[in-house]
């Protein structure tokens, strides 16, 4: 029997980040660069992710491959 998703919530993306998720910072001369990044097998989730992220005013994000030789590719949503 197959159950309805819930719809994908800020403290659903806030655990995720919290398990999977790592910030990075970046200094130049004048400010700080500041990037998110969260890393999961299922792509599917990722894009769920950047989706309502960028309906809450998130800007520059991009779900990427990151190809591996010994195992499956993992995605990153940065």
């Not at 097998?41 to 769920?48: A, F, I, Y």
């Amino acid at each position: 029997m197959l159950t309805e998703r819930k719809p994908l919530t800020l403290e659903y993306v806030s655990a995720i980040f919290d398990g999977e998720g790592s910030i990075n910072l970046n200094p130049g001369m004048y400010s700080i660069s500041v990037s998110l990044r969260f890393s999961q097998v299922d792509k599917r989730v990722l894009e769920e992710i950047a989706e309502l992220l960028s309906s809450k005013g998130a800007s520059g994000i991009g779900v990427y491959v990151q190809e591996r030789k010994r195992c499956h590719s993992i995605h990153a949503l940065v």
